[in-house]
Structures are given as structure tokens and as C-alpha cells.
């Protein structure tokens, strides 16, 4: 028996098979989140196949996940689809014209740390909880397209959990392997909070990446570029779409995730480079007050690869640094 295609996922209304639909949704019945609607795109393969969500911009200025998911969006044609694509390409409606960096201004909180949300939370709790039950979990695959934020510059890499469920760790794995970074996370980050989708969404039992490319609040096409040929390579992988995946090599995972932050507010002056090797001890940075004397030497924890670093000088106390992806 032929499987018949929903007609709507939550909010989302979906086309039919063969079909594709570009519009807007909300939240229904939820004062604050319908205040905004949020673009989408879906495709509709004639044939049946996977379920596939690709999101973007829950941080409202990483911009190359944004304009890739829109590329996608637009590029994807319904008969080279098999099964469903749906394209939620920015999930921080309030903060992108305000230009919000890691927060959404509606309640100041990162929406990438309150996952799974709450029913009857703050304007992001809500919005976690609505996005996540309503639309998340109805998806086999989950691909959250992130950059280095305003302040941020990076060097490629992917991130995934884990779930101790042995199938679908190695769907999430096999996505991972496909999308063409040098460099793996897989486990979450030291004193960072959790409560990012895609870590929510693979312990609801869909299989769920991460992928960064980019920063500084810069278009570079070669940026955008990656995440368009990375999620089409997982794309193809898992079967969502027609033509053979191109062979990349696999990430190399770090062993654990390194979070560095200021311990007094001052002027940050970094001294590596993403994608740089440090040894445990190195000094990766220098801590000034505002009329130059020093307040802090910032060592490696651990030997490994420079995977992000904050390009604004301007610290607050506990204000991120950098991190580093132990080796
Ligand atoms: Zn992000």
C-alpha cells in the first residue's frame, strides 16, 4: 500500500507530491509568537522517500546558514526530490533585523539553549517547545545550519550527540561523515548549557546534525557555498535526493569541546587563528583594562585545534574567548 503524504506538518502546510510550496507560518493561539511569521520552503518528491528539515538561523546573524538554506530552497526541484524536503531557513524571526548576536530580543535568551522548551515558558520557551513537537520530531532528518555568529569567526565542522540508540546513532553519523567537514564535535561544550535543537531533536529520535560555516556577519560565497554542497552531499547520502554523492573524507572528532571564557571584563586580544594547533599551556590570548595594563594571560586548557574564536576586543567577565577542539 502507497503511503499517503500528509497534507500539513503542524503550521506547515506541504504540497503535493511532485509539487513545491514557498510561504509563511505561525504559532495559532499564542499571542507573543504570532506576532511573527516565518518563511519555509517545501518540496515534494513524486516519489516516496525520506523526511528531511533543513533550519537555519536560530542565531539571527550567521548569515551563510540563512542564505543557504534559501539556495537550497530555491535550487531543489521537485522531481530530482525523492520524499519531502522542508526549508525553515530562519528560525530567529525577531532577531534578524535587529541584528541580535547569540540572543533572540524577545526575552534575551539564546534560542539554542532552551530546547526542549516549555508549553507555557518565556517567548523562546515556547517557541522551542511549539517548533519542536509540532515540526521537529515529524522528520526523519534534521540538518541546523549555523555560522560563527556576528563576532565570531570559524573554521568548518559538524556537530552531533550521541543518543546510546545504536541504528540511529549511525544514521546521524553517516550524515555527519557526508557533509564534508574537516572537524567533528560529538560531545556537548565544557560549562556551556544545554538545549540545542539538534541535540533535542536526536533525543526525540530524529536523526540530527549540526553544521558551521562562515562568520563575522560576511557573505563569503565560498562559505555559503560549503553548507549548499554539504547538505546536498547528506542529502544524496541518505537518499532524499537524486545522483550520486561526491566521496569526502570523514571529520576527525575531537575529543572534547573546550569553551574559553574572560575572567574580568577588558579589552581581549587574541593571538591563534581558527584552524590553528595549540599545545595544553600555549597562550592563546591576552586580557587588557582600558588603559592597556594587563589583567589575564589565557592559556589552552588542552592541546588541540582552534575551532572558533570571538573577533570583538570588547569582553565582558565570563564573556567567550574562544574554543578548542581537543586533539
Ligand atoms: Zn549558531
Redesign the pocket.
Given at each position: 500500500m502507497a503511503r499517503v503524504p500528509p497534507a500539513a506538518i503542524g503550521p506547515l502546510r506541504l504540497p503535493s507530491p511532485g509539487q513545491r510550496v514557498a510561504g509563511r507560518f505561525t504559532f495559532g493561539g499564542d499571542r507573543g509568537l504570532e506576532k511573527y511569521e516565518w518563511p519555509y520552503i517545501a518540496i515534494a518528491g513524486p516519489r516516496p522517500g525520506p523526511s528531511v528539515l533543513v533550519t537555519a538561523g536560530?542565531?539571527a546573524a550567521?548569515y551563510t546558514g540563512v542564505e543557504a538554506a534559501i539556495r537550497l530552497g530555491r535550487d531543489l526541484t521537485p522531481p530530482t526530490v525523492r520524499g519531502l524536503v522542508v526549508i525553515l531557513p530562519l528560525l530567529n524571526r525577531p532577531g534578524f533585523y535587529e541584528r541580535s548576536v547569540y540572543v533572540n530580543p524577545e526575552d534575551g535568551e539564546n534560542l539554542?539553549r532552551i530546547f526542549p522548551g516549555r508549553a507555557d515558558g518565556s517567548w523562546g520557551e515556547r517557541f522551542a517547545h511549539r517548533l519542536l513537537d509540532e515540526v521537529v520530531v515529524r522528520f526523519e532528518h534534521a540538518i541546523d545550519l549555523?555560522?560563527g555568529?556576528l563576532v565570531e569567526d570559524l573554521v568548518p565542522f559538524v556537530i552531533y550527540r550521541e543518543t546510546g540508540d545504536g541504528v540511529l546513532d549511525m544514521r546521524i553519523t553517516r550524515m555527519a561523515n557526508a557533509y564534508g567537514a574537516t572537524w567533528a564535535v560529538a560531545s556537548a561544550p565544557a560549562g556551556e548549557r544545554p538545549g540545542s535543537l539538534y541535540a533535542a531533536a536526536a533525543q526525540r529520535g530524529v536523526a540530527a546534525i549540526l553544521a558551521e560555516s562562515g562568520g563575522r556577519g560576511l557573505l563569503v560565497e565560498e562559505d555559503v557555498v560549503r553548507h549548499v554542497r554539504g547538505v546536498t552531499n547528506v542529502l544524496r547520502t541518505i537518499g532524499a535526493l537524486e545522483g550520486e554523492p561526491e566521496r569526502v573524507a570523514p571529520p576527525q572528532v575531537v575529543k572534547s569541546f573546550e569553551w574559553l571564557r574572560s575572567p574580568s571584563e577588558g579589552i581581549f586580544h587574541v593571538r591563534v587563528r581558527v584552524d590553528q594547533r595549540v599545545r595544553a599551556g600555549e597562550i592563546v590570548g591576552e586580557m587588557v583594562d582600558l588603559v592597556g595594563e594587563p589583567l589575564a594571560t589565557i592559556a589552552a586548557p588542552v592541546s588541540g585545534v582552534v575551532l572558533f574564536v570571538v573577533t570583538s576586543p570588547a569582553m565582558k567577565k565570563d564573556g567567550l574567548l574562544l574554543a578548542i577542539g581537543a586533539l
Open positions: 536560530i542565531h550567521e539554542n549555523h555560522a555568529d
